[in-house]
């Protein structure tokens, strides 16, 4: 049995096991209820705390969220409101910039203009100026056409030549010929001839001349192609290189009055000119046959030499021939031998690569030969050793 004092009243009771065990029971259940009544309102109190917590975690994310929208929205509308000065400021610029551009345009059409109706200016006074000359030219040719008769005028342009050629002779051109073509044994002539030859007598050049011209009053007017054939004609018979036609005929054709026409293509070595041009075309083909005069010189050398030239090219080509065969044989035998070059140059690199291996190898017996001495020998052999010894002491 057990004794139990009453807390309140102070009195003793007895209980046995069965008893005390269900009051232990009673206070235990009571502690564990309150005990479990106050872990209920501790949860309550800290579930409270953490709901009013989470509130303001959540209140203060939320403001701290707002407050980066905030910021965000004022950033963007700062950038739209940059950008859209910019647009203007660009957009100024850009205005700016054309109307500068235009305003240079302006000034420089403006200057082009200027410059242009100088340029107009000055091509119409040049222009004026050439056709007042040729106006002039063609009344002078006109007055002249119309005083003279056809005849008269084909002389005077001869006796024009003649008078240009004469003046400068002595001193241009010395030892040249250039004369009327009086022979008119094969039913036709010229009315010119020029020849120059060397020293030597070696032919430099000669040109046939034949001078036309017609007055206003002509009834047929003639053109220069009508007198190319004859005019080749009288060349040929009068053994002539070059032949050449003065003309003022076709006055207002624009290929004559450019300067020199080469008709080469109608007759050979053929040109037609104005007489302005008669001395500088003798000049010019006159120098042309001064630079082909050493090839002249020497063709008439190797034929007053009485050389046969006349297979000089077959023979040529002969020996071209000849040679490329000789050559190819040549060439063929010169691989060959630079082949069996190649496979003694082979042949002797095996035989070389074989004495160094054998040089190398005397070269190692040599040296384990001077590492030879008698204590290696008898080293591990005691009876060598001995006798070694014994000759050691005698």
Do not use: W
């Amino acid at each position: 049995m057990n004794e139990i004092k009453c807390p309140e009243c102070g009195k003793l009771f007895r209980v046995d096991e069965s008893g005390f065990a269900d009051i232990i029971k009673q206070v235990r259940d009571r502690e564990f209820e309150r005990a479990i009544n106050e872990r209920e309102a501790l949860l309550e109190a800290d579930k409270e705390k953490a709901v009013r917590l989470a509130e303001a975690n959540i209140k203060n994310a939320l403001q701290t969220e707002a407050a980066k929208k905030d910021t965000v929205i004022a950033e963007l509308k700062a950038k739209i409101n940059a950008t859209e000065t910019e647009k203007k400021l660009a957009v100024t610029e850009a205005v700016n910039q054309a109307e500068k551009e235009r305003d240079a345009l302006a000034s420089e059409l403006k200057s082009k203009d200027a410059e242009r109706q100088l340029l107009e200016a000055s091509l119409k006074e040049k222009y004026s100026a050439e056709l007042r000359n040729k106006d002039e030219m063609i009344a002078y040719y006109k007055d002249m056409k119309a005083k003279l008769s056809t005849k008269m005028v084909g002389e005077t342009l001869e006796q024009h030549c003649e008078t240009q050629f004469n003046q400068i002779r002595a001193t241009a051109f010395p030892s040249a010929y250039f004369e009327k073509d009086n022979d008119a044994k094969t039913g036709s002539k010229g009315d010119y001839i020029y020849r120059e030859s060397d020293d030597e007598g070696n032919e430099i050049i000669s040109i046939m001349f034949e001078m036309k011209n017609e007055g206003d009053e002509t009834a047929t007017k003639k053109k220069n192609e009508d007198f190319l054939k004859e005019l080749d004609k009288d060349r040929n018979e009068k053994g002539c290189e070059y032949a050449v036609l003065v003309s003022l005929l076709e006055a207002d054709s624009e290929l004559y009055n450019s300067g020199i026409v080469d008709t080469s293509y109608r007759y050979s070595k053929m040109y037609v000119i104005r007489p302005q041009f008669f001395i500088p075309m003798i000049t010019l083909l006159r120098n042309a046959a001064m630079n082909s005069l050493k090839y002249k010189s020497e063709l008439a050398l190797i034929r007053s030499q009485n050389i046969d030239i006349t297979n000089f090219e077959d023979n040529l080509e002969s020996f071209k021939a000849g040679f490329a065969r000789n050559y190819e044989l040549a060439s063929r035998k010169f691989k060959n031998a630079v082949d069996e070059i190649d496979k003694s140059i082979t042949h002797l690199q095996r035989i070389k690569e074989e004495l160094l291996s054998s040089d190398n190898n005397l070269r190692l017996a040599n040296n384990k030969a001077e590492d030879l001495t008698i204590k290696r020998l008898i080293r591990g052999n005691p009876t060598m050793a001995e006798k070694f010894a014994e000759l050691k002491e005698q």
